[in-house]
């Protein structure tokens, strides 16, 4: 979300060359993250770590979502992996 890639993007430079797990999807909502934002909320990622920094996943586990719902949110997540390589 915004607060936390603002703290990500604060704290760049103590995490430059560290790997991390980048949360890109709501796993709070039961409901299919729009695609542009979670794209635009992973630019962001990479321009303050690097895209070889970043692994992509979901905020936190997706137990509570439907599962079509959970379905379609790593299917975005794998979409864009698979674009910023």
């Known amino acids: ?12 430079d ?3 060359g560290k790997k991390l797990g980048f949360g ?10 729009d695609k542009e934002e979670v794209r635009a909320l992973v630019e ?3 321009a303050a770590v ?3 920094n970043m692994l992509l996943d979901p ?4 137990r509570k979502v439907d599962i079509p719902i959970a379905m ?3 299917k975005i997540i794998s ?7």
């Open 59 to 62: 905020e936190c586990g997706l």
């Open 24 to 33: 890109c999807v709501d796993s709070a909502v039961n409901a299919v993250d």
């Open 44 to 46: 962001r990622g990479i």
């Open 50 to 52: 690097g895209k070889e």
């Open 1 to 12: 979300n915004n607060v936390n890639i603002g703290v990500l993007e604060e704290n760049a």
């Open 72 to 74: 379609e949110k790593l």
């Open 79 to 85: 979409d864009l992996a698979k674009e910023f390589n």
């Open 14 to 16: 103590l995490l430059k």
